[in-house]
């Protein structure tokens, strides 16, 4: 039997019923067309999972009781990742944020650096980190995560490199010209990866990323696009330091 998991931004107690969130209570009830009594899981991004099951199906909502807390530990990378991704396009960047989510990634900063094109107001922007921590959230429940990745607001590259501390970790950048190759870096538990968005990283990014410690990491002898480079990279720092 298929078990749901849905992602709930409120609190979770065992023994209260909570309505579900509105898309989440249409898909169970609309499209797989689920009954009251059957199984589902609940999370809100803590690190904590409970048992529930539907306890009401209304015209308009769908409730749910939490039963019990279940085991949730094991599900995180011991590769704490950050991801500073080029703002990329339309698709692109649901693509990225939905596959760096399941790749275990810990935290996504969106950039804008100097071939960024996707231009970002205050009213858009609000708009695209609520629809972007809606993929993220998607792809949680999706890949079995219980911890959701940090989602930062926008910022432009210049300024967010010269605030980083030793939190950062190893500073990586990716860049087709880059000095080492992921089999080639030391052992690290923590790193920061920055990835340029349609047409790459610029000199004049990756010269402020130079001055501000970052390595040039390079993936192999052919271009990838942005939506491939970043995970790809992920992708072989997990393989090689992390949990695949």
Known sequence: MRIPRICVFEELNIGAEIKLPAQAGEHLA????????????L???NTREFRAEISEIAKRSVSA????????????SPLHLTLAQGVARGEKMDLILQKATELGVTRIVPLITG???VKLD?????????????????ACEQSGRVCLPALEAPQRLAAWAAQLDSSAGLRLALDPRGEI???SLPHFDMATLVVGPEGGLSEQDLSMLDQTDFIGLRLGPRILRTETAGLAAITALQAIHGDI
């Open 181 to 183: 190759t992921p089999r």
């Open 122 to 138: 205050a009213e858009r922007t609000e708009r695209r980190l609520a629809h972007w921590h809606a993929v993220i959230a998607g």
């Open 65 to 76: 009781m939490i039963l019990a807390e279940q085991e949730a530990t094991g599900r995180e």
């Open 115 to 117: 071939r960024t094109e």
């Open 30 to 41: 609309r499209v797989l067309r689920l009954e009251r009594g059957h199984p589902i899981v």
């Open 43 to 45: 999370f809100n991004g």
